[in-house]
Structures are given as structure tokens and as C-alpha cells.
DNA sequence: CAAATTAGATAGGACTCCTATTCTTTAACC
DNA sequence: GGTTAAAGAATAGGAGTCCTATCTAATTTG
């Protein structure tokens, strides 16, 4: 090694040191954003999957959120007191219980979404290129993460059984007969099944 | 019926949400390390700040760790009492209190860094130049979200009043008189200083 | 049909995290 | 110098997070 080279320091160090200062500060920011609505951070978040989610399975609110079956259970105790949510047993299933958002609830996710605008422009003010990037490159993350066992849900292209990627041909969504450029990888797809550990 | 046309999608709208996805797995997955070694994850991070900074204060503690002052006294209460912390009023300002880890918390600083090795090594498993893209990105991104008041604290180049880049040459600290390509590009620099707003 | 599995709810406890307040101690000013 | 002001931190109080462990009820399975 040239010593004149200023050392580069240990890179992933420094990526892993930078993802913690953005976590945090997602965290915080999301906080005053829930606190503003008279909410608190995990309640907003499962407001908003909620509102997402087709037909929401408490269980797998949890996983999604990487947090405890209780505690949603808990928080969505809190969600109904506060009038955003109503619950009842499903019918097909009565161990079930199904979830609806009322009308303040969609109104909060709606409030709470133009209020993310802000962090959605500090991406977008990254140079156009860097967007594709960058995602590109949080997809990989977000596989290998998940073959670390550090996250537990992941609903991406890369991680999907569906994923069809030959060598030097262009990478295909196998189900939906789709050509997929990095720009249309999916961060969350509806049609994800997961890849086989067999 | 899904849409089979393979629509780029809103590529920042994309980031955020792989953000969020990775967000959510560091949190619970320090959650996990932390109630591994008896502590939460608060506790845990304000030890590793504690044992990084040379002469902490818990006032800045909080900001570092974007929360509030009371959380920090709070958590450091629960630190003392575990014995990985001792605390005691600064004799220069006797408002202040000053904090020292114990054995065991240099101890338990050290075990959970082993622990955090996996989540590096799933970092360093990108590519070398993904690598350095990511981390430029990253330090863009720091940056727009420090200007959108979405991060309260950061001290990277890109943040720093000794950050010199005129147009065409390569960037430079001012300060420590050294280039600064990508790599060597700091999250976290001791010598830091914030740009003026004025 | 009994046993196992699955979905959730409850219980209990430590802690987070906030705002508001109080207590000192230091700084600032006339 | 003596009185505000400001700074640093602790306390109080309260809702909520988040966990593990249980418990109940409803479905599956053998």
C-alpha cells in the first residue's frame, strides 16, 4: 500500500455509521410528525399499513412492523380509543380479527402523508442518476439484510422467487412477464413470494 | 387487475420506503442485541455515545441522539443503576455532570460491537464501488435532511464549514490541509464544525 | 374426536419519551 | 456587588412501547 494515500477508512464502518445518524433521525422526525397528530410513531405507522394492507392480519401487522404480536395488539387498542380504527372478529375465521380505518383515520393518513413530503424531497434532491443509484444499492442491502436475519420482511424484486436474472440477459419479473430496469424495481410488491430456502 | 406496464415508479417515493424497510430492521435488530446483554436500546446507544465522546454532556447526548433531555437522564439513571455507568457533578461547573463507564460497561461496549460485525459484513458484501457510492449518497442525503431540519445533528465533510470544493479541483479539508476523495470522506469527524448560517 | 396448531388478547414490568417544572449554579448587566 | 437571566440537569407525571409468558378460543390434523 502507497502510503501517500490518504487512507479511504473502513467504508462499511462509515455506511453503517451513516445509516444510524439517518435512522435516528428518521425516528425523531417521525415522532414529532405522530405527536403533532396526537399520535405516537409505531400507532402512525400501523395507521398507514393499515391503510395499505388489503385485508391486515394482526400477526402480520407485526412482522411488518418487526415488532411484537402484543404490541400491536396494544397499539391498536390505543388506535381504536382514539376513534381511528374499528375492529371485529372476521366472520370466514373467528380467531380473526379484521381492522377498518374510519373516517379520521384516513383523514390522518392523508394529513400525515403530505407532512412526509418533506423527507421525500430531500431524496428527491439527489441528482437523478444518484436516485437509481442509490436504490439499486438499497435493494442489495435490503437482500442481504434479510439473509443476515437483521430484517424479516422484504417484499423487493431481489428477494422474490419470481426474479429472473440470467446472465447477460435483462433482469424479468417471471410472473408478470415484465421487463425490470433498476427504476422499476420494487421495493413492495403486491405479487411477492418470497425465495425458497430448499 | 395489476398493472403490466413496467412503470419506473417515483424513484424517491421508492428510497424512502427502502429506507423505512431498512429503518425498521436496525431497530428491531438492536432491540434483539440489546435485550441480549440486559439493556434496551436507548441504553445502549447512549453507552457506546458515552464511550466515544471524551467528555460527554448530557445535554448534548440528546441531541446526538435525538431525543430529549429528560430521556437522557432518564436512561443513564437506568445505566448507573445496572453498574455500567458512574456519574458524579463536574468540579469546574457544578451544574454539570460528568459520567465515566465502568468495567463492565467497556466491556459490554466491546461484546455488542462483536455483535454489530453482522450487520458490517452485510454492508461489506455490496461491491467495492457500490460501496463508495452508497456512502456519497448517504452523505448527500445527511446533508439534505440536516437542511430540512430532519436530522438535528451531523458531523460529516459535506456538513462542515472546512469542507473546500471549488468547481474542478478536488475536494480538500481546509482544516487538516488533506484531499478528500469518496472514501476518505468522514461521517462523524472530531474537528467538525458546523456551516454558518448567516 | 383428541391433540396440535394458529390467532389474538391479557398480564406484568421495565423503559421510552414527552412537556412542564424545579433546583442549582454560573453568567450578565446596570 | 447584587440582581436578574440563562444554562444544566433532575424530577414529576403520564401515555405508550415492547418484551416474555400465558391464556382462551377456534381451526386443523391424525
Chains 1, 2 share one sequence.
Not at 2 to 24: C, H, Q, Y
Not at 66 to 75: A, F, I, K, L
Not at 106 to 122: D, K, N, P, Q, T
Not at 135 to 142: A, G, Q, T
Amino acid at each position: 500500500m502507497t502510503s501517500a494515500n490518504p487512507s479511504p477508512g473502513d467504508v462499511p464502518e462509515k455506511i453503517v455509521a451513516a445509516l444510524d445518524r439517518i435512522a435516528r433521525g428518521l425516528r425523531s422526525h417521525r415522532q414529532s410528525v405522530a405527536s403533532r397528530v396526537g399520535l405516537t410513531p409505531l400507532q402512525l405507522e400501523l395507521l398507514q399499513t393499515i391503510d395499505e394492507s388489503p385485508r391486515p392480519v394482526i400477526g402480520l401487522l407485526a412482522k411488518e412492523l418487526e415488532v411484537s404480536q402484543p404490541t400491536v395488539s396494544d397499539s391498536l387498542l390505543a388506535l381504536e380509543r382514539k376513534g381511528h380504527v374499528v375492529r371485529r372478529r372476521s366472520d370466514t375465521d373467528r380467531r380473526r380479527t379484521t381492522m377498518e380505518l374510519t373516517d379520521s383515520g384516513r383523514e390522518l393518513v392523508g394529513e400525515v402523508r403530505r407532512a412526509g413530503e418533506i423527507l421525500r424531497s430531500s431524496v428527491a434532491a439527489l441528482a437523478g442518476p444518484d436516485q437509481e443509484a442509490v436504490l439499486d444499492i438499497l435493494l442489495s442491502l435490503i437482500g442481504n439484510l434479510l439473509d443476515a436475519g437483521i430484517i424479516q420482511v422484504a417484499r423487493t424484486c431481489r428477494t422474490c422467487r419470481f426474479y429472473d436474472h440470467r446472465d447477460g440477459l435483462d433482469a424479468r419479473c417471471a410472473l408478470l412477464q415484465i421487463p425490470l430496469p433498476p427504476a422499476a424495481l420494487r421495493v413492495d410488491c403486491p405479487e411477492h413470494e418470497p425465495l425458497l430456502a430448499s
